[in-house]
């Protein structure tokens, strides 16, 4: 699959990403730090690109349709420490393994993902 990881995320999470076979690409590969989302929003749907973000503001379905984008999860979390954030990034990878995400939107926490379409 191929993924941004934004920049408030450890770049970790994209190298993580990518070791397990994913096209994974963070907004700082790019040089696209300090983007505003409606430009991260609209780079990843021209590169076909799902967004990892911890930014609530993309789980705003009015401003961010899911239909309109390759798929979007949005991490809200109580701990940011970097070891726990790539844990939930290995159980997101687990799920993207058998749920489908294009014109999704996944709110993950600590205990479940919630899927809105």
Request: with cysteine; aromatic share 4%.
């Amino acid at each position: 699959m191929k993924i941004k990881v934004d920049e408030n995320l450890p770049i970790e999470v994209a190298r993580r990403l990518s070791d397990a076979g994913h096209d994974a690409l963070s907004v700082l590969d790019q040089n696209m730090g300090g983007a505003s989302d409606e430009e991260i929003a609209g780079i990843c749907r021209t590169e076909d690109r799902i967004l990892i973000t911890l930014d609530v503001g993309f789980s705003d379905i009015r401003v961010h349709p899911p239909k309109e984008n390759p798929g979007l999860i949005v991490f809200r979390l109580r701990r940011m420490n970097k070891v726990y954030v790539l844990d939930i990034v290995d159980r997101v990878m687990e799920a993207l393994g058998r749920e489908e995400i294009d014109g999704r939107l996944w709110i993950v926490d600590e205990s479940r993902i919630r899927i809105r379409e």
